[in-house]
């Protein structure tokens, strides 16, 4: 159970990661509206993978603990 809240907040932190990059890519290009799109899911992304990876810690540590 604690490898698969691990996975998915490594899933989540790819696509944050992807989106990001992204967002740089439309900005330097002068293409700030989808650069701020791709930069506002990017944060959507980085958002859901911090709660994921605080929840696969909490996890783990019940594991652990038991």
Same mark, same amino acid.
């Given at each position: 159970?604690?490898?698969?809240?691990?996975?998915?907040? %490594?899933?989540? $932190? @790819?696509?944050?990661?992807? %989106?990001?990059?992204?967002? %740089?890519?439309?900005?330097?290009?002068?293409?700030?509206?989808s650069g701020h799109?791709?930069?506002?899911?990017?944060? @959507? $992304?980085?958002?859901?993978?911090?709660?994921?990876?605080?929840?696969? $810690?909490?996890?783990s540590a019940k594991?652990?603990?038991?």
């Amino acid at each position: 159970m604690p490898y698969d809240a691990h996975r998915i907040a %490594a899933e989540f $932190h @790819e696509q944050a990661a992807h %989106a990001h990059r992204a967002a %740089a890519a439309h900005h330097g290009k002068e293409d700030h509206l989808s650069g701020h799109e791709q930069s506002k899911l990017a944060m @959507e $992304h980085a958002t859901k993978a911090f709660h994921a990876s605080q929840e696969a $810690h909490q996890k783990s540590a019940k594991f652990v603990h038991k």
